[in-house]
């Protein structure tokens, strides 16, 4: 059974990118003229901070530099998050993506875009937005039925817990001058 330079990385930084509290998401090794670039794309939960992404990257090039994983020549070593256009492949990554709006290219060829309103272990729920001041519709999508979903950039989305804040913020605005007016 023969693998391949990508899957020997992975079964070797895996562990150590989990030990650190992330996931190993991605490893791809690239030609660059004669320089090879190994590019790690890691990720959590709640999401990899600068620190965390650092911390990872210093442990990688100390795994790689003791072993011969990348051979004898020379290499750069990338490690970064999936971006704000995340492409979903996994469970873990629709869960991550609750809140969020998703381009849907469905398997019968027709595309969506939606807001992932909840996931399980068949499928999303989400919400498509309404059109010319038409409500928003709900629909279950079975994760069969996804060929691919991309996380898209919203500009204006707010932010549930910055919402919440304002909202709480408002609230006591509107008391002290209410206090005041008294």
Known sequence: ??????????????PLVSSQ???LEEIEVDSVGRKRVLRVVVDSDEGADLDAVADVSRA???????TDAMGQGEYTLEV???GA?????????????????????LTDGDELVARIIAVDDE??????????????????????????????IEFNRKDKKAETAETAD??????KEEEEEA
């Open 123 to 152: 499928g999303t729920d989400v919400e498509v937005p309404g059109v010319k001041g038409r409500r928003p519709t709900a629909r279950r999508l079975a994760f069969e039925d996804i060929a691919k979903a991309r996380v898209q």
């Open 170 to 175: 408002t609230a006591d605005t509107d008391m």
């Open 21 to 23: 509290g992330l996931d």
């Open 60 to 66: 990688l090039s100390a795994k790689l530099d003791e």
């Open 85 to 105: 256009e995340r492409e979903l492949r996994e469970h873990r990554h629709y869960v991550r993506a609750v809140e969020r709006l998703v381009k849907f290219q």
């Open 1 to 14: 059974m023969s693998t391949t330079q990508s899957e020997r990385l992975r079964e070797l930084l895996e």
């Open 80 to 82: 970064g998050t999936p």
